[in-house]
């Protein structure tokens, strides 16, 4: 899908957005506590942080809650879903700025102890995918860490396959229409793979890279720079 498309999906799901994802994406919330759980950085300590894909801001609420003296930049290239981050976010005044960015071409900026991605980067193909871990690596101070949140593929087509079906069972048993959003999905995302994934983030550099957890086809995972 091209970023003017993305740009008009997620603008028209904005409102709906933080009802529905739950019932989308198997442990969304389980996978905050995840997130959460791996990041090393001292919780009284200042801390930039870089949203890539922000959506209605639910990985930026994560860090600004959990780190007080956290500074969040949340980006993301559709504005319907900036401006619902906005109006989440308000309660954390000047600890948040917003700005428009599509992260397939636009500058990330510099000097972040962290760059998330939750279920954003599957909007850009493989070659982009491994151009934005390169970006990102640049973006981030030394000891920086980049953590994602995805859908991903398995390593054989036949898992992919069986890892679908129970994706779309999951969506069933939620009460959404599984066989509809996974036909979306196969019509526009891009998932890579988990473990090419990890290979990327280490020919970009990372190091410590991990994925920390895993469910049906959906992934946390991530990388230091070193
Ligand atoms: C499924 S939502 C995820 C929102 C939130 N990060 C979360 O974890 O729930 C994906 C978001 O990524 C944004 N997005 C997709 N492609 C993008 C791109 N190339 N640049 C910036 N944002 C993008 C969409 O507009 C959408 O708001």
Redesign the pocket.
Known sequence: MD?DR??D???EE?PR?DDL?VRLIPG?REQHDVILGILPFDRESPLRVL?????????SRLVLDAYPNARVEA????TG?LAECAANLAGFGHRVSYRE????S?DLGSGYGLV?????VH??DDEAKRDLFRRVFDALRPGGMFVM?EIVTADTPGQTEADRERWRAFMDESGEDGRRWYEQSLGEDHPASLTDQLEWLRDAGFAQVAAPWRRINFAVFGGVRP
């Open positions: 970023a993305v740009k999906h997620f603008d904005a957005y994802i969304y949203d890539l894909g922000c959506g209605t801001g639910a990985l980006t993301d290239l559709a879903m960015l599509d992260f397939g636009g998330l991605a939750g279920l954003s909007h850009i949140r």
